[in-house]
């Protein structure tokens, strides 16, 4: 696996657990605990969408970061991932 | 309102494409019981749900079903990527390239194109619910 891969991998399990809970949520949203346990991996996150957007471009089009339009730089996700 | 996020629920990176196999997954994509009925399905039911439990359940799931869309679409770009003209024959899959080549196109495997009339949307919760739950059992 790339680096890509493992961090794309990481990131995607953590919103999948995020996910998951919130689903949830949706029919238990008193429960304090799961809502902690949210706030937690989302901090996470949070970190790990950064360093993924700072190394390989923007999740989402909100990320403005720099002077050039990156959107359409990075490869878009259902193409095959190149071997590093 | 939904933000695109540039990446997929699930990683999918097929080294060895197979037209042949991309002509079954393809009901998954535009079938009967395909993701984006699913999607379709709990993305039209929300608005008339009796209680915020509901609309917020068929919102986040049908939101989820839209990246299931995605991937499934990604597999079947995959799968059908670089074919020669031998490899469609080969595959059998000339009737579906005849019309689409190798762009995605919701339909099923037997090539019927997605309907709306593989949903249904009643304004009523238990009847919706139980459809949805119907729908579940067939994925």
Redesign the interface.
């Known amino acids: 696996m790339t680096e890509r891969?493992i961090l794309?991998?990481k990131?995607?399990s953590y919103?999948?657990a995020i996910?998951d809970m919130?689903?949830y949520l949706?029919?238990h949203?008193n429960d304090s605990d799961t809502i902690k346990k949210i706030k937690e991996y989302s901090e996470k996150l949070g970190v790990m969408r950064k360093t993924y957007e700072e190394k390989y471009?923007?999740?989402?089009?909100?990320d403005m970061s720099g002077n050039k339009w990156k959107?359409i730089k990075?490869p878009?996700?259902?193409e095959?991932?190149e071997v590093d | 309102m939904f933000v695109y996020e540039k990446k997929l629920q699930y990683p999918v990176n097929i080294k060895n494409p197979n037209p042949k196999l991309a002509k079954i997954i393809l009901s998954q994509f535009g079938g009967a019981d395909g993701e984006l009925g699913a999607a379709l399905r709990y993305l039209s039911q929300r608005y008339t749900m009796p209680l915020p439990e509901l609309k917020a359940t068929l919102t986040d799931i049908g939101t989820e079903e839209l990246g299931h869309l995605e991937m499934v679409g990604a597999i079947l770009y995959q799968l059908t990527k670089g074919m020669s003209e031998k490899d469609i024959k080969a595959a059998g899959i000339e009737d579906y390239f005849v019309d689409h080549t190798a762009g995605i196109y919701p339909q099923s495997a037997a090539g019927v194109p997605f309907t709306a009339a593989y949903i249904q949307s009643k304004g009523d919760a238990i009847t919706d619910l139980h459809e949805d739950l119907a729908a579940e059992q067939k994925l």
């Open positions: 891969e794309t991998k990131l995607s919103q999948f996910a919130k689903l949706d029919t949203p471009g923007p999740l989402t089009m909100s959107w990075s878009w996700p259902w095959v991932e």
